[in-house]
């Protein structure tokens, strides 16, 4: 006999959001863990967080995701953020502990596993380029710096964003990092190991939309990697692919960092297959 047809509900603020796929994996592993919950997508524009997050509070959320432009601006909102997202200054996951709402990222660890797990590459030591300096960003360069990335390149339009991450890189972790302002199209340096796209160029429905990088200039050793997890196979990681790079999209990451949300809002681990099963299937459709 069911005992409750309330749902206990999390989800994703962001604006965009319509495209995000996280509740097409989110759901089914609620299901196969037994648990009434439901997982909303809500379109959040950047003047209305405040108002979100209040409402989130008063409806009982057991905890919500944070995207585009979202991950910076809610540390504001919050009762507590976690040492590791403090450092980052970024917040993906907020988790509900009794009437506090705590900040938390996953993206970085999500990045991390995907990198060691998906592409079989160890980031000890290597040379790495970010396309990027927003909240993805910030999460996945401190992570890997920490993992003992040598140097990370931070690639950006906005001086002002470029130069503050590149100064928390190397101020609070043992990496090496430097600017380049992103003017034009950007030629990747010799001897990069690993090539990051962290922006949103190339997000549904903006599919043929690709990041402004000389391809020809990316070597054939060079892990490239995506973000984006709607299309997984974006034109820039299949512009990649046609040099002849190895290539890492964005759905591993996404089910790793989901797998952690899931754990901080459940106490409870999730099934990873269930989620990339679900994702592959969404996709081939």
Not at 15 to 43: C, K, S
Not at 196 to 206: D, E, F, Q
Not at 223 to 245: E, K, M, S, W
Not at 261 to 270: E, Q, S, V
Request: glycine share 10%; proline share 6%; with cysteine.
């Amino acid at each position: 006999m069911v005992t409750s047809l309330r749902h206990d509900l999390v989800g994703a603020f962001g604006d965009p959001i319509d495209e995000n796929p996280t509740g097409v994996m989110m759901e089914p592993a609620f299901a196969a863990a037994g648990l009434n919950w439901r997982y909303q997508l809500l379109h959040v524009g950047a003047a209305d967080l405040p108002a979100a997050v209040a409402g989130a509070r008063a409806l009982g959320f057991r905890g919500f995701n944070l995207t585009i432009p979202h991950k910076v601006a809610v540390l504001e909102h919050l009762d507590a953020v976690a040492p590791d997202a403090a450092l980052m200054g970024a917040v993906n996951t907020v988790r509900r502990e009794g009437d506090r709402l705590i900040g938390e990222n996953t993206d970085g660890k999500g990045f991390l596993r995907s990198i060691r797990e998906d592409a079989g590459v160890d980031p000890g030591g290597k040379f790495v380029v970010f396309l990027g300096a927003g909240g993805a960003a910030r999460a996945m360069t401190v992570e890997l710096a920490l993992a003992g990335v040598e140097h990370i390149t931070i690639v950006n339009r906005s001086l002002g964003r470029g130069t503050e991450l590149v100064k928390l890189l190397n101020e609070k972790t043992p990496a090496r990092a430097q600017f380049v302002p992103w003017i034009d199209t950007y030629r990747v340096p010799q001897g990069t190991n690993i090539l990051v796209n962290a922006t949103s160029i190339g997000l549904y429905p903006n599919t043929s939309d690709i990041p402004a990088v000389d391809m020809t200039s990316i070597a054939p050793d060079t892990l490239v990697c995506d973000v984006i997890p709607n299309p997984p196979n974006t034109g820039f990681l299949a512009a990649a692919q046609a040099r002849g790079a190895r290539t890492l999209n964005g759905l591993g990451m996404l089910v790793h960092q989901g797998a952690v949300a899931f754990k901080l809002w459940t106490g409870i681990d999730a099934d990873e297959q269930v989620m990339r099963d679900a994702l592959e299937r969404f996709f081939r459709n």
